[in-house]
């Protein structure tokens, strides 16, 4: 089924039996989220190591991962990270139940901010800005928080399922004050003309049509080349927006990237890749290592090595 937005549909579009699967998944997220956050914590993990068990796609995708960005692990090693990245998405799948689902105030004394200066800073000189991150396991739930703050546009993607589409975007208009279909270019420099703030992922591989290559941890990957050119169109400043799981709740912090754009595409995405690595090595099982990050190869006919 093709991917399509549900926000112009009626939910009586998806009560056919082939939908009630999908719809029993989502009664029982919705039971899911009531859990007290140490409870969502501790249940996370144990679906995690479920999913590890049943996943072994996605473990391998992992290993192949481990092995490029970190040649210098031993299979020991990448087998333990492997398992605490499932453990980290089974946290963030019902992180983000508890995000659709429950009020974004009930986790906020487990929020910390850093660099409202910086938010203020950047606003203040009238051009929006452009936020980019990459795709970490407490995505959702930190991201619900973000509107406390900042009044933020997320880009986002499609999933395959119109039931999860449904929910997911109805959930997300409750809290953001504008969501943007990752395609819609439009709209994003209709929020940025109006001094909102726009949030890009930029860590994932969209093929070669809107790529550049530029290293990842010392390998070359398709990595999206927009960003750097909505920058200089607009002259909009970009902030790195890193966040991440602590022991006691999450940690979002801002910072604006310096000397941001420069005129060629493939410095401003080896910047991009730099801050993601730099984003990354502190929380390595947070990060979402079951992408397949470097399957469009530079050169034409090379086999993926996945």
């Not at 939908?19 to 996370?44: E, K, R, T």
């Not at 452009?130 to 703050?149: A, E, K, M, N, T």
């Not at 730099?278 to 086999?303: C, D, L, M, V």
Request: proline share 5%; hydrophobic share 35%.
């Amino acid at each position: 089924m093709a991917k399509q937005s549900t926000l112009d549909k009626s939910i009586k579009e998806f009560i056919s039996p082939k939908h009630w699967l999908s719809w029993l998944g989502m009664g029982a997220a919705f039971l899911i989220s009531f859990l007290p956050w140490s409870a969502l914590q501790a249940v996370g993990k144990i679906f995690g190591r479920l999913l590890y068990s049943l996943s072994p796609r996605r473990r391998h995708i992992c290993n192949v991962n481990f092995k490029i960005c970190f040649p210098e692990m031993t299979k020991a090693e990448r087998e333990q990270l492997t398992k605490e990245h499932f453990e980290s998405m089974g946290q963030g799948t019902l992180e983000t139940f508890a995000s659709w689902f429950q009020d974004k105030n009930r986790f906020a004394s487990r929020i910390v901010f850093e660099g409202q200066e910086v938010i203020d800073q950047v606003l203040a000189k009238g051009r929006g800005c452009i936020l980019i991150s990459g795709h970490f396991s407490s995505l959702d739930i930190c991201g619900s928080q973000v509107p406390r703050i900042l009044d933020v546009h997320p880009i986002y993607k499609l999933q395959k399922n119109p039931v999860v589409n449904w929910v997911m975007e109805r959930q997300r208009k409750a809290i953001f004050s504008k969501t943007i279909e990752r395609r819609n270019m439009r709209e994003v420099l209709k929020s940025l003309k109006k001094n909102k703030a726009v949030w890009y992922a930029v860590d994932q591989d969209y093929g070669r049509r809107d790529s550049v290559f530029a290293p990842f941890y010392g390998r070359e990957c398709a990595t999206i080349a927009h960003i750097g050119r909505i920058a200089k169109m607009t002259n909009a400043p970009v902030v790195l927006y890193d966040y991440g799981r602590t022991e006691n709740g999450y940690h979002l912090t801002f910072t604006e990237v310096p000397n941001f754009p420069t005129p060629d595409d493939i410095e401003n995405a080896t910047t991009i890749n730099r801050l993601m690595e730099e984003s990354i090595n502190p929380k390595k099982p947070q990060y979402f290592w079951a992408h397949r990050r470097f399957k469009t190869q530079k050169e034409k006919g090379t086999p993926s090595p996945y």
